[in-house]
């Protein structure tokens, strides 16, 4: 069997896979794997123990290699199929296509000067990159030799960074002098150094000259990239893994300070990946698949490196945004590289729906043939916009639902085969076995239920753990619903057992399709030395689905709010990113909280929300007259 031999082409196809799915997930699944390439075969699929420590384990006693799988197996049989288009942020035609063959042996450069510097299976290392060809180049490199990978987002701040570098003990940074985003650069290179001030395990910092600013340099350390693979052979044999040895770890925000870096391993995140990306897109050999999202996310992990090279598919890989130099710049690009599949997120197309359709209406967009959407719901008239303008009410748009630690998409509509409907994922992927559960815990049995959503089985490419703290990943993860992987969203489920997810049910806000945990924001703001405490809400926001607010306390009053509040947002920026500035900082008296000292969030969002009829009952607070004052404070 050939992994196409899975392709589900018909509702009904999708139908018996689900169901062959759930009656015997071991052949379901172990077949699926069959059709790649192992060193040595597998003999057991799934391994797995969700009640006490949670065990998962897939393909044990198989040995494969995800580059080979990714990058040989298609250049014995294709090696000058484009792989990679990779198209920069200046929209001059500087476009670069690598095919499977050129990127095959970038990698085993890469890979090569990679083991010259003392890099080995199991090291972790750390990508601080732009998104340049040299970032999934760089990815490969360590995947080819067995060394972890640890990519963090460039638009993270020092701080940030360094706590990425030292939570995953890594012992080598790969970054650039900058990158570009629009108009402005970014100094990876001075933000690393900065970071690299609090870290002790970087042995080694390979520099790639992008930006070609001056940066400052440390010569027992550095190393520029073009004089680190010169020479080297274009060869590099591939490190046999075990199927449980980890890939990558990825770190994404919880509820607590400290970021969770989730570790996912070889066997099942390729079997999964490269199964979801073929059938919820429905991609055929000749396509051209375009996602806009960063390696530095999930999203770029799975559908923009390992699920499409795992097929042996064609991708555009965007350095830009949308914005530059004009906001026809997505359109432009589709047309330029004829793009069948378009897969955004939310923000950027409430976004782009600001601006004149003209933007659209002056390109040939004929080439689109399926349009996609992640990262955070999509609100319906984000969603009818993309209809109409994009899809011109021809196209499918697959709404996928998934996240940081499930590797791939577990709900969605498969492109034109199952039934869409406008802000619903709709149904789990054959293998997914999802359920609704009520804050008691209780499965809620009726099709239409709106509840906290939860899987009840295994499926390939969910993390194993959170690196270094496997007590952390069951008490998250494995404690709400015991024997369930509890994903922190709530959702509801029509009569036809469709699901629409309503957002998330912890402290984690989804700005502009970033997930922001609001304690390590709080925690940010603390330190500023005016501030006794803060607390941070999530509030709609038009375009970035969420904005955020934070509720500052001062030990005194300042006669220069302003100011406190640039600082405050500078302080967050410096120690988080840019990303996490709250669009609005109160500063309050006191905060509302339950007798046990709770801070309430509840009543924060929803005045926050400017929903402050719904407030409740707030007599039972320790402070009920903190509530009037915000309330007056927000109508200044
Ligand atoms: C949210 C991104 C509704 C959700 C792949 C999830 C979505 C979190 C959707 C994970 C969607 C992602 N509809 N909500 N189609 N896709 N989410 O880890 O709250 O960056 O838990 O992974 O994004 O975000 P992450």
């Not at 994922?425 to 076995?433: R, V």
Request: proline share 5%.
């Amino acid at each position: 069997m050939k992994l196409q031999d899975s392709k589900l082409n018909s509702l009904n196809d999708y139908k018996e896979a689900y169901k062959a799915a759930v009656e015997n997930p071991e052949s379901f699944w172990g077949e699926i794997a069959n059709t790649f390439e192992w060193n040595t075969p597998f003999n057991k699929v799934l391994e797995y123990d969700w009640n006490g420590e949670p065990k998962t384990e897939w393909f044990s006693g198989g040995k494969l290699n995800i580059t080979a799988n990714c990058l040989d197996r298609h250049v014995k049989t294709n090696p000058d199929k484009v792989a990679l288009i990779w198209e920069p942020n200046e929209p001059q035609d500087k476009a670069i296509k690598l095919t499977y063959k050129e990127l095959l042996e970038s990698v085993c450069k890469f890979a090569n000067a990679l083991k010259n510097i003392g890099v080995s299976k199991g090291d972790r290392v750390c990508l601080y990159l732009p998104m340049v060809p040299e970032l999934t180049i760089a990815v490969l490199a360590c995947a080819r030799i067995g060394a972890i990978h640890s990519v963090v987002f460039a638009g993270f701040s020092a701080s940030a960074l360094a706590a990425r570098i030292q939570d995953s003990g890594s012992s080598f940074l790969i970054t650039a002098d900058g990158g570009f985003r629009g108009d402005k650069t970014i100094p990876l290179k001075d933000i690393a150094d900065d970071a690299l001030k609090s870290c002790d395990t970087i042995k080694k910092c390979v520099v790639l000259q992008h930006t070609f600013e001056s940066v400052s340099w440390n010569k027992s350390m550095d190393l520029w990239w073009h004089d680190f693979i010169d020479g080297l052979s274009s060869v590099c044999a591939p490190e046999i893994m075990d199927s449980e040895d980890v890939l990558f770890i990825l770190y994404t925000s919880g509820s607590t300070g400290k970021p969770k870096g989730m570790v996912h391993t070889c066997g099942g995140y390729m079997v999964y990946t490269a199964y979801s990306f073929m059938n919820v897109f429905q991609y055929n050999q000749d396509d051209i698949f375009w996602c806009t999202a960063d390696i530095g996310w999930i999203t770029g992990h799975s559908y923009m490196v390992y699920g499409p090279l795992a097929l042996g598919a064609t991708s555009v890989h965007f350095e830009g945004v949308p914005s530059h130099p004009k906001w026809n710049r997505f359109w432009d690009v589709c047309e330029k590289h004829k793009v069948t599949h378009f897969y955004t997120a939310p923000t950027a197309i409430r976004a782009l729906a600001k601006h004149p359709t003209t933007h659209i209406t002056k390109h040939d967009l004929s080439s689109l043939k399926v349009l996609g959407s992640v990262g955070e719901p999509i609100n319906e008239e984000a969603w009818n916009w993309f209809d109409t303008y994009v899809g011109k009410n021809k196209l499918p748009i697959v709404d996928t639902w998934w996240q940081t630690e499930t590797g791939g998409i577990l709900i969605s509509n498969l492109a034109g085969v199952t039934p869409q409907k406008p802000t619903f994922a709709t149904l789990p992927l054959p293998g997914i076995q999802t359920a609704l559960i009520d804050d008691k815990g209780n499965v809620l049995m009726n099709k239409e239920a709106e509840g906290i959503l939860a899987v009840n089985f295994p499926w390939p490419s969910i993390a194993r753990t959170i690196w270094g703290d496997h007590k952390r990943y069951q008490e998250v993860y494995f404690s709400a619903f015991p024997g369930h992987y509890f994903p922190g969203d709530g959702a509801l489920r029509d009569l036809d057992g469709n699901y629409r997810i309503t957002g998330r049910v912890d402290d984690v806000v989804i700005v502009s399709g970033h997930n922001l945990g609001t304690a390590p924001i709080e925690n940010s703001i603390n330190e500023h030395p005016k501030v006794v405490e803060s607390a941070v809400v999530g509030y709609p926001h038009d375009i970035k689905g969420n904005a955020l607010m934070a509720y500052v306390i001062l030990y005194e009053a300042t006669n220069d709010p302003e100011l406190l509040i640039q600082e405050i947002r500078t302080l967050i920026s410096n120690t988080i990113g840019p990303i996490a500035k709250p669009d609005r900082v109160l500063i309050v008296s006191g905060l509302p909280k339950t007798r046990s000292g709770k801070i309430m969030r509840r009543i924060l969002r929803k005045l926050a929300s400017n929903e402050t009829d719904q407030l409740g009952d707030v007599s039972t607070l320790l402070n009920p007259d903190i509530v009037d004052e915000i309330k007056r404070e927000l109508t200044i």
